[in-house]
């Protein structure tokens, strides 16, 4: 188990082997996953569903994981200690995802406008792209 089971202890929460597979799984996948993708690569014995959410939810009130929305009816779920930022962008054909890493990025005008008109000052944020995979592409093109 990596830091983010040490830090769960440090919490006060014993890193259990279902945490520490939610976190392990979690820390080797490059794109966010859904419970149901989780459950799958779990190791034998498997966990029933019903633990799975209720150790996800735990582990995003302790901000060790964060959960994605992607506009699809199941939310993802991500390593908030990661310390690589990423972006996502969704096919909205065949809802293949990619992340990557923006070279730069920033949002300060876009904060600016935020702190202006709604008084927030911004510390986070969370981007998401939709449109045309290559191979989508390839396929309507080649019409
Ligand atoms: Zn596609
Ligand atoms: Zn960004």
């Known amino acids: 188990m990596g830091p983010p089971a040490e830090a769960l202890r440090k919490l006060g929460y ?6 520490g597979e939610i976190l392990r799984i979690l820390s080797e996948s490059p794109l966010p996953l ?27 009130s302790l901000g060790l994981v ?13 390593l908030a ?6 972006h ?3 096919c909205r054909r ?6 990557f890493q923006p070279r730069r990025c920033d949002l300060s005008r ?8 709604l008084g927030y000052d911004v510390k986070e944020h969370s981007l998401e792209f939709f449109g ?12």
Do not use: M, Q, W
């Open 88 to 90: 996502r962008v969704v």
């Open 14 to 19: 014993p890193a259990t082997r279902g945490r």
């Open 66 to 78: 964060r959960s994605v929305a992607l506009h699809e009816r199941s939310r993802r779920y991500e």
């Open 132 to 143: 045309a995979c290559p191979k989508c592409r390839a396929t309507e093109e080649g019409r």
């Open 110 to 117: 876009l904060e600016a406008d935020i702190r202006g008109t």
């Open 81 to 86: 200690t990661d310390g690589s930022h990423r």
């Open 94 to 99: 065949c809802g293949r995802i990619d992340s």
């Open 34 to 60: 859904s419970p149901r993708e989780i459950l799958d690569r779990f190791p034998a014995p498997r966990p029933d569903a019903s633990t799975v959410y209720r150790n996800l939810s735990l582990l995003v």
